[in-house]
């Protein structure tokens, strides 16, 4: 009998590899996301790495992860609970079984379920053994053994045989999902060009596993999750953190301005910097500086220099950053600052995500010094989003905060590749030379922006810095007068940036019972569980937030339109209450997660419904 | 091994004048302060250096010393505490044809900016630094820095500083630096003259004036410059000669074995060929760092250029490494480095 009689069809799945830091999970992963992605499948990806690079062997403090989501609709976010999780030790089951729903295929490589491995994973007992895994489809497989049988003609060490585990396991889910190895070998055959022997090695491994499965007591049925319909175009799979460096490049080829990055490496910030750092030939200059108050202010003097000037870091970064930033806000110098969010306060938790940096983007800082904020939305949105905040910190000569977060910096999605000479142009505001009335602080009467005058330029020879300037002519003035027109006029350059973004938009009913607000990377879970309302046959509204600071025009019509508001955001309340203090008479419920983890849809549901519900 | 080629700054087609270089600003130092021998050399020598008035950048911290921006009349940058060198560098390797100097203090760069400091020299960034060293904190009015002496007694250590002060030339050299020079805010022809050399060398050039705090520190370093004792306390370098100093020249350096000492030229068959002839263009800084160390009452204090010597520039490295990725490199544009990344094409 053919298993493939026993096919069923489902419109998403949420495939987990787990195992030890060593074992290659975010190599698997990502083969076996490309592999749908070139199928035509939708998809998002989620690495889950420990905070140490090589925590002890084993443990469950060193387990890694990569989590794909993928399907025939569109996939906005991580997913929440697995249909298969394969899991190379008893640590990475230990840790990982929270994500196992009833029915999840668990692929378990039994030959390293000993009692060393349960004493080191912390297991009392054997979880294979002890009834804990009733519940699921327990797929036993001896993958240590069955590699070295099969890579035995190819006399290679067993390190060498050991680590191609991960594509023993990689082949049993091609089966499982009924996919041919063409896309995953033609991939391999690029990856590894210079590697024959490792790509011989992984192809047998692959085969084998794929034919293990098919003959597998325990796997009954297949998957089949038919392609999405996709636009037409050419598409790679990109982090949200490649997407913000190619965001920011755009932003600079699109300007006529020279590239610059000031910036220090920081956890989960880091790839922005790394990414930037490879296109010299694009003529982007890349300063990896002794601290992140050096990273911001190179990047304040690059500014004054006449650069597209950006610094890149994660929330006690932008902690240290903080007074430099206030610099750029009163010499009135474009500055992109990325902060790509993690669990805070302090150092917190550096490879998990938050969205607690609001207050701090908003408001930290000495003095009154107002600044753009805006969130990403997504790992596609980055590029969007970080090109858009260049354009306008640029033509309005003002720093810009770009919150990104650790879930959409690091996680994955399909990215339908833009022509950047087709986004929208950037215009900065350079000073001719010679201008015979420029003065520094001269400012564009509808937008009140202040020209930008470059060194070098001839005739422009002016002064600025950090103390307060006389309006226009931009001596040093303490004048109380002038100090309060100067403070006025920032704040009023930045709220006039509301006429320069668009309108906020509503998903769903004018009427509907109840207004869901987010804001920044939970776009794709909170549209989720609103759509499952929707389904179910509420009446739920969503707005999603991603011009924070000016906020659009209509924000506050909206928010007129419902009875009930509910601001659901990964932090104890920062979006509600900067609402609430700008909108005081519109009562708003919260709905927080602070836990270093996304919102999983099935958070959502039973909160949104529950606000429905009641009086 | 990477080539480097000098960027270079575009000079004036028109001879400068020290009034070309004058702002419009009150200079609102105390009366007396020796920043306005220092703003006064400065002044003179942008003329001398001869590069067009708008490739002069100036870049300062915080502190009296860091008002001198708004004294020129160039692109002027004032910062914030500590940060100067940080913000010049930003601007230097943005545009390498700018000559960027900056302004700072003992405080200011040794304390809160130490190490955006030490890292701008270890780069060899060719930023000219100008850093006035009162030994004291003047625009707070009168707190120990570190350069303070031990034991002196000033608002913040009533009973005398417990701290070791820096020196900054072993600082600098400390830190890899490939120019250091020291002049007195009393001796203004000299100050011109190292602020030239300064100019001129290629990479990070510390200039240490010390400066005279009239209301906070007076006469820090008097035993140095006053009249009576400067002959005796002031070594003036000059390279490839011999380092003597004193009244009638009679007094020099000689290296006994592995020490410096001062020698009286005559007495115990001691001869000029005995002294120790500048090398400031020496790779090796170990015998520079032994100058710059000297100090009273043993030794006289080393003025003028102690080192300057001749390594790649972290700027000209940038560029060179950009022109190299640009001859060498495919990709040319945004959408060639989105293409690169393992594209497929959905049909
Ligand atoms: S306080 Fe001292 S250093 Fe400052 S201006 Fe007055 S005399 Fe000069």
């Known amino acids: ?615 | 091994m990477i080539e480097y080629n000098n960027t270079t700054v575009e000079r004036s087609r028109i001879p400068l004048t020290k009034q070309d270089f004058v702002s419009d600003q009150m200079v609102k130092w105390c009366p007396g302060c020796g920043d306005h021998a220092i703003l006064s050399a400065v002044s003179n020598v942008f003329p001398k250096i001869g590069y067009k008035k708008e490739n002069f950048m100036f870049v300062s911290g915080i502190g009296c010393s860091s008002r001198i921006p708004y004294y020129l009349n160039t692109y002027g940058f004032h910062g914030i505490h500590g940060r100067a060198a940080a913000i010049s560098t930003g601007i230097k390797i943005t545009n390498p044809h700018l000559s960027v100097w900056m302004a700072t203090g003992d405080g200011d760069s040794m304390a809160i900016g130490g190490n955006h400091f030490i890292h701008i020299i270890r780069r060899n960034m060719d930023i000219n630094i100008i850093l006035f060293n009162n030994q004291i904190y003047g625009l707070t009015k009168g707190q120990y820095s570190p350069t303070t002496n031990m034991g002196q007694i000033t608002k913040t250590s009533p009973q005398g500083t417990i701290e070791h002060p820096f020196n900054c030339g072993e600082l600098v050299l400390g830190a890899q630096g490939t120019f250091f020079a020291r002049g007195v805010d009393t001796n203004p022809k000299m100050m011109t003259e190292i602020m030239f050399e300064a100019a001129r060398h290629d990479g990070t050039s510390i200039v240490e004036i010390l400066q005279n705090c009239i209301i906070y520190n007076d006469k820090v370093h008097a035993l140095i410059t006053a009249k009576e004792t400067k002959d005796n306390y002031q070594l003036h370098l000059k390279n490839g000669e011999p380092m003597k100093f004193g009244a009638n020249m009679e007094k020099g350096i000689r290296l006994n074995k592995r020490r410096l000492e001062v020698v009286e030229i005559g007495k115990n068959d001691i001869t000029e060929n005995d002294l120790l002839v500048h090398d400031q263009y020496a790779g090796d800084p170990g015998i520079h760092l032994m100058i710059a160390k000297m100090a009273p009452p043993v030794y006289p204090v080393a003025l003028g250029v102690i080192r300057s010597a001749m390594y790649p520039t972290y700027d000209d490295l940038v560029e060179e490494q950009i022109k190299q990725a640009k001859e060498n490199s495919k990709i040319k544009c945004v959408n060639d480095v989105m293409a690169a990344s393992g594209v497929f094409e959905i049909k």
């Not at chain 1, 759509?531 to 019509?557: C, D, S, W």
């Not at chain 1, 601001?567 to 609430?580: D, H, I, M």
């Not at chain 1, 009562?587 to 529950?610: A, E, R, Y």
């Open chain 1, 1 to 615: 009998m053919s298993k493939k009689n026993n096919a069923i069809e489902m419109e998403d799945v949420v495939v987990k590899f787990v195992g030890d830091s060593g074992d290659g999970m975010q190599l698997v992963g990502t083969l076996f996301s490309e592999t749908v992605g070139i199928d035509g499948n939708d998809l998002a990806n989620f690495p889950d790495y420990p905070a140490e690079i090589r925590a002890p062997h084993n443990t469950v403090a060193g387990v890694s992860g990569f989590q794909v989501h993928f399907g025939s609709k569109e996939i906005n976010n991580f997913g929440d609970l697995c249909d298969v999780i394969v899991a190379m030790n008893p640590a990475s089951l230990k840790a990982n079984k929270k994500w196992a729903k009833k029915g999840t295929i668990l692929i378990i490589d039994s030959d390293t379920f000993d009692q060393k491995a349960f004493e080191r994973a912390g297991c009392t007992a054997n979880p294979l053994e002890d009834g804990s895994l009733k519940d699921y489809i327990i797929v036993k497989a001896p993958i240590t053994t069955k590699v070295k049988e099969i890579l035995a003609p190819l006399g290679l060490d067993i390190k060498t045989m050991e680590r191609t585990r991960n594509m023993f396991t990689l082949g049993m889910v091609l089966y499982i999902f009924n996919r041919t190895f063409n896309t995953t070998f033609d991939y391999l055959d690029k990856k590894f060009a210079k590697k024959p022997q490792m790509i011989e090695a992984n192809k047998m491994v692959i085969k084998a596993g794929f034919d293990y499965a098919s003959s597998h007591e325990s796997i009954d049925k297949t998957i089949t999750v038919k392609p999405a319909s996709l636009e037409k175009g050419k598409y790679t799979t990109v982090t949200g953190n490649i997407a913000t460096a190619w965001g920011l490049l755009a932003a600079s080829e699109r300007s006529g301005r020279p590239f610059f990055l000031g910036s220090y490496p920081i956890t989960p910030a880091t790839e922005i910097l790394m990414e930037l750092a490879r296109h010299k030939s694009l003529g982007a200059k890349v300063f990896q500086a002794e601290d992140e108050i050096a990273g911001i202010c190179s990047a304040i003097g690059a500014s004054y220099a006449g650069a597209m000037a950006c610094t890149t870091t994660s929330g006690p970064g932008l902690s240290l950053k903080s007074e430099a930033i206030g610099l750029a806000v009163i010499t009135e110098l474009p500055l992109i600052i990325v902060n790509v969010m993690r669990g805070g306060p302090s150092t917190g938790l550096p490879t998990k995500s938050e969205q607690s940096d609001l207050y701090q983007a908003l408001f930290g800082r000495n003095g009154e010094a107002p600044l753009i904020v805006m969130a990403a939305t997504s790992c596609t949105d980055c590029f969007y989003a970080s090109y858009e905040i260049a354009k306008l910190s640029m033509e309005h000569m003002t720093p810009a905060i770009l919150l990104t977060d650790g879930n959409i910096g690091q996680g994955s999605q399909l990215f339908k590749l833009p022509d950047v000479k087709k986004l929208a142009p950037i215009k900065p505001p350079i000073a001719e030379a010679n201008d015979p009335d420029y003065k520094p602080f001269n400012r564009d009467p509808k937008t009140l922006v202040r020209k930008w005058a470059i060194p070098g330029t001839e005739g422009l020879r002016h002064r600025v810095g950090g103390l307060e300037k006389e309006d226009g002519i931009g001596n040093v003035s303490m004048d109380p007068q002038n100090h309060q027109k100067m403070v006025d006029l920032r704040a009023a350059k930045v709220e006039k940036i509301a006429d320069f973004i668009p309108e906020q938009t509503v998903f769903g009913d004018e009427d509907a019972d109840l207004l869901v607000i987010s804001w920044g990377g939970t776009l794709g879970a909170v549209r989720t569980a609103v759509q499952e309302l929707q389904k179910q046959g509420n009446k739920v509204a969503h707005t999603h937030f991603r011009y924070i600071m000016p906020l659009p025009k209509n924000t506050e019509a909206i928010l007129k339109k419902y009875k009930k508001i509910v601001v659901a955001e990964l932090n104890s309340g920062q979006f509600v209450n900067y609402l609430r203090m700008k909108f005081p008479r519109y009562p708003m419920l919260q709905c927080n997660k602070v836990q270093g983890l996304p919102f999983f849809v099935s958070d959502l549901l039973p909160t949104f419904t529950k606000i429905l519900k009641e009086k």
